[in-house]
């Protein structure tokens, strides 16, 4: 897919539905850019859309490096690797041991075990200029 502007947030939770619709258990989103690009909005829209609560308390999971949701969609996991001490600690987080879940993953080049098992990669970046975000999705297997 090209890059989408999405000029504010409002484009930003309209394609975060569009894609949580397109989304299936089992698969891996790697959500890819820098540090104020959008990443977390973007999840929270999905999740949002996935869970079919507008108003669901969604924080970032910087701190709890993972968030659990239980959505009608099945399980989700919102996963922020950004503190991630070393890439073996992966593995105790248990975010590939259910086949059902979808897994959001911000900061996933931090492990090339979840950047091996993605099925969509969501680039998002800051156009020049600063106003909204550049977002582009390819998708895997």
Do not use: C
């Not at 090209?2 to 539905?17: E, I, K, N, Q, V």
């Not at 239980?70 to 503190?83: A, I, W």
């Amino acid at each position: 897919m090209s890059p989408r502007l999405l000029p504010d947030d409002a484009a930003t939770a309209a394609f975060g539905a569009e894609l949580a619709a397109s989304l299936a258990p089992g698969d891996v989103v790697l959500l890819e850019g820098d540090l104020g690009a959008g990443k977390t909005a973007l999840a929270r829209a999905i999740i949002r859309s996935l869970a079919a609560d507008s108003a669901l308390d969604v924080p970032s999971p910087t701190f709890a490096l993972v968030q659990p949701y239980d959505t009608p969609k099945g399980p989700v996991l919102h996963v922020d690797l950004y503190r991630l001490g070393d890439p073996r600690e992966v593995d105790e987080l248990g975010l590939l041991d259910n086949p059902d879940a979808i897994v959001l993953v911000e900061w996933a080049e931090r492990s090339a075990e979840i950047t091996n098992a993605a099925s969509h990669i969501v680039t998002m970046a800051i156009p020049p200029g600063g106003a909204g975000r550049l977002v582009s999705v390819s998708r895997r297997g």
